[in-house]
């Protein structure tokens, strides 16, 4: 029997994040997925009149087929993806594998090969610039078992969280956006913390649901030898298969100088990868209401409400602050009472306390007014 929340996650993700309009083609790409969730997206595109194609893979599937591959037969599967991208409007990724390490014994060679001749140029040069994509993981056991949930309560905070009303968040947003473009200095402080830093002339962008499911951000950078100071991360964090717990950074004037965690040699090595890695790409505020813990899963964890990311790395080109490096590890801060609290001042203001917006504008995006 159809799960009913299927059709409300569908509508979510047709009228909300691809904004399907009449006409336009829309690519359903499911891995690993419920057949009645791609016939609920179907429905909902073709009730839109727009077109659906659909494109159903296995991980075990693809796991072989990159274990074979040569530059001869991935290149020829990557123009034929190309061409079917190139037709796109709108695409939409839902991925599902049992097994979030099934591709670990991939040869990293063959890897590779993969990644130049079919995701560069199908993802990176035509479907991210090109279409109205959104991408989203599947709920699945493994997941749960990351969350420490039982499978059944952590299927009910999915849809929760995927099927929260982005819509209204995103208006809420507008507000933090012109706050944080408005502003030059910030300064955090909490349990290990006193950071401050500018982010004077930089841009601000809402994440609302158009490209990820879950979401709820608003990042910009700081400007790259601004920040100073000590950062304390509440949450455990996981990075080339390493899990970190209990990060400890210090800054001079941008430069990560000191860096400790319970893994502090691996903490180090990878903050030593270039240049960059020592500086930071991205400050970003987490808002979504029904997501307050940790899973090592940061297309969840970076999303926490009451808590903030800074990220050692290279920074988007959406908010550029000049910084370059392969690292961009998004390391969060969760600031609600139960994570030991703490404040953020904008300009000598303060904004948000323990994980709340303490001013009128912002208070719109409290967990008490996002949440039905």
């Given at each position: 029997?159809?799960?009913?929340?299927?059709?409300?996650?569908?509508?979510?993700?047709?009228?909300?994040?691809?904004a399907l309009q009449k006409g336009e083609k829309i690519?359903?790409?499911?891995?690993?997925?419920?057949?009645?969730?791609?016939?609920?997206?179907?429905?909902?595109?073709?009730?839109?009149?727009?077109?659906?194609?659909?494109?159903?893979?296995?991980?075990?599937?693809?796991?072989?087929?990159?274990?074979?591959?040569?530059?001869?037969?991935?290149?020829?599967?990557?123009?034929?993806?190309?061409?079917?991208?190139?037709?796109?409007?709108?695409?939409?990724?839902?991925?599902?594998?049992?097994?979030?390490?099934?591709?670990?014994?991939?040869?990293?060679?063959?890897?590779?090969?993969?990644?130049?001749?079919?995701?560069?140029?199908?993802?990176?040069?035509?479907?991210?610039?090109?279409?109205?994509?959104?991408?989203?993981?599947?709920?699945?056991?493994?997941?749960?078992?990351?969350?420490?949930?039982?499978?059944?309560?952590?299927?009910?905070?999915?849809?929760?969280?995927?099927?929260?009303?982005?819509?209204?968040?995103?208006?809420?947003?507008?507000?933090?956006?012109?706050?944080?473009?408005?502003?030059?200095?910030?300064?955090?402080?909490?349990?290990?913390?006193?950071?401050?830093?500018?982010?004077?002339?930089?841009?601000?962008?809402?994440?609302?649901?158009?490209?990820?499911?879950?979401?709820?951000?608003?990042?910009?950078?700081?400007?790259?030898?601004?920040?100073?100071?000590?950062?304390?991360?509440?949450?455990?964090?996981?990075?080339?298969?390493?899990?970190?717990?209990?990060?400890?950074?210090?800054?001079?004037?941008?430069?990560?100088?000191?860096?400790?965690?319970?893994?502090?040699?691996?903490?180090?090595?990878?903050?030593?990868?270039?240049?960059?890695?020592?500086?930071?790409?991205?400050?970003?505020?987490?808002?979504?209401?029904?997501?307050?813990?940790?899973?090592?899963?940061?297309?969840?964890?970076?999303?926490?409400?009451?808590?903030?990311?800074?990220?050692?790395?290279?920074?988007?080109?959406?908010?550029?602050?000049?910084?370059?490096?392969?690292?961009?590890?998004?390391?969060?801060?969760?600031?609600?009472?139960?994570?030991?609290?703490?404040?953020?001042?904008?300009?000598?203001?303060?904004?948000?306390?323990?994980?709340?917006?303490?001013?009128?504008?912002l208070e719109p995006l409290n967990p008490e007014n996002?949440?039905?």
């Amino acid at each position: 029997m159809k799960d009913p929340r299927f059709n409300d996650l569908a509508r979510v993700l047709i009228h909300h994040s691809t904004a399907l309009q009449k006409g336009e083609k829309i690519l359903i790409e499911a891995i690993d997925i419920p057949h009645e969730m791609v016939i609920a997206i179907m429905r909902a595109a073709h009730d839109k009149g727009g077109i659906p194609f659909t494109s159903i893979k296995q991980g075990p599937i693809l796991r072989d087929l990159y274990r074979l591959a040569t530059e001869q037969s991935m290149e020829m599967i990557g123009k034929w993806e190309a061409d079917r991208m190139a037709e796109m409007d709108a695409y939409i990724a839902l991925r599902g594998s049992h097994n979030v390490t099934e591709m670990s014994d991939v040869p990293p060679e063959k890897m590779k090969i993969y990644q130049n001749h079919w995701w560069e140029p199908v993802h990176i040069k035509i479907r991210v610039p090109k279409t109205k994509w959104v991408v989203l993981r599947w709920p699945h056991p493994s997941m749960a078992q990351q969350a420490f949930m039982s499978t059944e309560k952590f299927e009910d905070f999915y849809f929760n969280v995927c099927t929260l009303d982005y819509s209204a968040m995103s208006v809420a947003m507008n507000a933090l956006v012109d706050r944080m473009q408005a502003t030059d200095k910030v300064r955090i402080t909490g349990p290990g913390t006193d950071l401050s830093f500018s982010i004077k002339g930089m841009k601000a962008v809402k994440c609302d649901g158009r490209h990820n499911i879950p979401d709820g951000e608003v990042y910009t950078a700081p400007i790259r030898d601004s920040v100073n100071g000590t950062l304390h991360y509440t949450a455990k964090t996981i990075y080339q298969g390493i899990v970190h717990d209990q990060i400890k950074l210090e800054f001079k004037e941008g430069k990560i100088i000191n860096a400790s965690s319970d893994k502090t040699d691996a903490l180090n090595k990878v903050l030593d990868t270039d240049k960059g890695a020592r500086y930071i790409g991205e400050f970003s505020l987490g808002l979504n209401p029904y997501i307050a813990h940790p899973m090592l899963d940061i297309l969840f964890d970076e999303k926490i409400g009451g808590s903030f990311h800074f990220t050692p790395g290279g920074a988007y080109d959406e908010a550029d602050n000049g910084n370059k490096s392969k690292v961009h590890w998004d390391m969060v801060c969760i600031q609600t009472p139960e994570y030991g609290g703490g404040e953020i001042v904008f300009d000598d203001e303060l904004i948000r306390k323990d994980g709340k917006f303490v001013v009128k504008d912002l208070e719109p995006l409290n967990p008490e007014n996002l949440i039905p």
